[in-house]
């Protein structure tokens, strides 16, 4: 035989073969079948995945419960910085899935990525709580962990969030479908369950326990991250159960270069010559094939509905920033409980676990019944609308926020209160320039006065006479003020004489919500003050008075003071949001000092109950449009693409935490107002939507089906096979 001869190509052949002398194909082995919970046909994996699930959302939605409140109290941001750095981590929380689908898709599998990124999730996590540890570092140094920790979490759990889902489905076989179903529900119900507790918990753990003399962030970090761990080592154990279906290629890549194509190609054959197509997709038939090309098509008809959604999302993501910043300014005491700012976000889960079968069963039949169709779009129309009306509830709440708080020093006014630390009443008549009395009152030692006394002014600064009457002698004296300010007058001094002091007030009183305290000091040594965090004082010697610090809210049974070489602590009770309060450190009858407690301004009277009908409202409209956006956009995309619709809905609510950014950063207004302005916002955008969703024709569901979904008409007569004969070279 020549080795060197050509091998005859042969092409392929079709031969008619009966379909009676078929011959048989040797059996394959049998597929050993997963082992089942309790002898359904549940795989045992799937409650591997369920419990990781769980833990995962756990830690994550407990770490983002006390967020806001870290930035603003912890790392000493300010609101809109607090509430930017918020969505900016939340829209990375939301971008990063997509490269976790492609990971997964094209490379690793989904198995392997959800092990890879949970790891960088749980060292996303100990990083972050080695930074709320006030010892570790300074502010910097905090500041800095803080950031890599939270784009570290943002990778792992949007990482592994398109993954864990799919890959659970996976266990199940085609036959089963009915419990895949099933689990699904079951699935979704853990990461309720999930959400619903951490949000619940982690504020208790950051407020009601103290480390490190101050609420403990490092903890209510800690907690979630412990938790995540045990996520990652559930699902490891699963490991040998789990069918590990081979990476099957990235179906969003293709789509993304699909339409590139097309529009590049459109570009290059402009010409007036070439002829038209009709559609602009049709430009990609060239190197993609048609049942991709049509696809997409039905694709991009979704997407264009989707251009209006992440204002929703703007409003819907502001639970956990400004709606938790509004209720730190609000009384948490609910009588039978209190409540702290960051727990509020709980009732979300909790209310979509009522209103999703409370609309299924109950809203939805009765507006059927009564002959109105509730379309999908029209469902979503109205869930904007609640989540418009939501924020207008909330601007009515601020502005009573506002109204509750002391008022501001007008023009060519001022605020003054007096402060009688003096062993006796004195009487105290202030003068204007022309003699006039603006004021005129008796001052018991140590009176708690109930409120600041507004007074008028001539020009825009001013010299005030003051006549203090102390038992048988009056002593006169003379104060510079200037309009917009709060002012205290401090008097002083024993049975043979009186002295005062004016402090300017209001330029050290926090605005952040946050408590304030100040101190006077009637000792005749200097006295340094501990309050915790990077909270200092030292108040001078004889009637020395220290300026405003913001502080933690919470009790304060034992605070740090320290007068020369000699150490004592004192009580200073329950110091609560909104409020601002002067200490004054006096002599006992024993050896250790004590202090007088007084409140400059109260704290806020408006329980955060009222923030139940908002919270009522956008979690209303939660349901109506997420679920019902989700149940429209897949009933009306091809099989092929539901991967693709899943991460453009997880990118709409990345962009809407970004314009919440934006607005943040650039907006000057008052929060009353940008309440408002959202609101506003939402409902042009939402008749823009009712707009395009009128022009929008829905596809019946016959007409969206796959190749592979279509059945073959039957061939009547005599039925024949065709044998595909190859011949290999």
């Known amino acids: 035989m020549n080795p060197f001869q050509i091998n005859e190509s042969k092409e392929t052949v079709f031969s008619p073969v009966s379909t009676d002398k078929v011959p048989p194909r040797p059996p394959s082995p049998p597929e050993k079948s997963p082992p089942k919970i309790c002898g359904t ?139 895949r179903t099933r689990y699904f529900s079951v699935f979704y119900l853990s990461i309720n369950a999930g959400s619903l507790i951490s949000t619940f918990i982690t504020p208790m753990l950051r407020g009601d326990i103290q480390c490190f003399g101050e609420d403990c962030y490092a903890l209510a970090f800690g907690i979630p991250g412990l938790l995540m761990v045990i996520a990652l080592v559930v699902f490891t154990m699963g490991s040998k159960m789990y069918r590990k279906p081979p990476p099957e290629g990235n179906i969003v890549a293709q789509v993304v270069k699909c339409i590139w194509f097309a529009i590049s190609n459109r570009f290059k054959n402009r010409s007036g010559d070439i002829p038209k197509r009709q559609h602009w997709l049709d430009w990609a038939a060239e190197k993609y094939s048609k049942q991709l090309v049509t696809d997409v098509k039905a694709l991009t008809r979704i997407l264009f509905l989707y251009i209006p959604l992440p204002m929703f999302w703007a409003l819907l993501d502001q639970q956990g920033s400004r709606w938790t910043l509004q209720a730190t300014r609000m009384d948490g005491n609910l009588g039978f409980f209190v409540l702290q700012p960051d727990q509020m976000q709980v009732l979300n889960p909790l209310l979509v676990l009522v209103f999703i079968p409370l609309f299924d069963l109950v809203i939805y039949r009765l507006v059927s019944k009564c002959g109105i169709h509730f379309s999908s779009i029209r469902k979503m129309a109205v869930g904007m609308i609640l989540a418009c009306l939501a924020f207008a509830v909330a601007a009515a709440v601020e502005i ?63 010299d005030f ?138 704290a806020s009277k408006m329980s955060i109950a009222w923030q139940l009908p908002q919270y009522a409202l956008v979690t209303a409209g939660e349901v109506m449009f997420s679920v019902t956006g989700l149940e429209f956009s897949y009933a009306q995309a091809p099989s092929s693409m539901k991967s693709v619709l899943q991460a453009a809905w997880l990118l709409t609510v990345a962009f809407g935490n970004i314009i919440v950014l934006v607005v943040a950063q650039l907006s000057s207004l008052v929060q009353w107002a940008e309440f408002i302005l959202f609101s506003c916002l939402l409902l042009v955008v939402c008749l823009l939507f009712s707009i395009m969703g009128y022009y929008y024709v829905p596809v019946k569901s016959e007409d969206i089906q796959g190749p592979e979904d279509k059945q073959i008409p039957p061939i009547q007569g005599n039925m024949i096979n065709l044998e595909t004969k190859n011949t290999k070279l």
């Open 465 to 602: 006479h003051f006549h203090l009457k102390y038992h048988n002698f009056s002593v006169y004296t003379e104060h510079s003020v200037e309009e917009k300010n709060w002012y205290s007058l401090i008097l002083h001094g024993n049975r043979k004489n009186i002295s005062s002091m004016l402090v300017k007030d209001e330029e050290n009183i926090t605005t952040s919500g946050m408590p304030a305290v100040r101190f006077v000091n009637t000792l005749h040594k200097d006295v340094n003050i501990s309050l915790g965090k990077d909270v200092a004082l030292s108040v001078g010697a004889a009637y020395g008075v220290s300026p405003y610090r913001a502080v933690e809210r919470g009790e304060y049974p034992a605070v740090h003071f320290r007068m020369e070489d000699k150490d004592f602590y004192l009580n200073l009770g329950r110091l609560d949001f909104g409020a601002a309060y002067l200490f004054v450190i006096t002599n006992s009858t024993s050896q250790v000092p004590k202090t007088w407690k007084m409140e400059d301004m109260t």
């Open 400 to 462: 009573k926020i506002d109204e509750m708080a002391p008022p501001e020093a007008g023009p060519r006014e001022i605020f003054l209160q007096v402060l009688n630390l003096a062993d006796d009443e004195v009487k105290v008549t202030v003068l204007g320039d022309n003699n006039n009395y603006l004021l005129e009152e008796s001052i018991k030692s140590f009176q708690k006065t109930p409120h600041y006394s507004k007074l008028h002014l001539n020009t825009k600064s001013q």
């Open 41 to 179: 046909n549940y795989p045992l994996s799937v409650a591997f995945i369920v419990v990781n699930e769980f833990c995962e959302r756990f830690s994550y939605y407990g770490m983002k419960a006390v967020l806001t409140l870290y930035f603003l109290y912890f790392l000493r941001w300010d609101e809109d910085t607090s509430t930017s750095v918020y969505h900016a981590f939340s829209s990375l929380c939301y971008f990063t899935p997509i490269l976790g689908a492609a990971i997964a898709d094209s490379w690793l599998g989904k198995f392997k990525t959800i092990i890879y990124l949970s790891l960088v999730y749980v060292l996303g996590h100990v990083i972050k709580s080695l930074g709320a540890i006030p010892v570790l570092g300074g502010q910097m140094l905090h500041r800095v962990l803080a950031v890599i920790g939270l784009s570290l979490i943002a990778l792992g759990t949007g990482g592994i969030k398109p993954c864990v889902a799919a890959f659970g489905g996976d266990q199940f076989e085609e036959k089963h479908a009915e419990e």
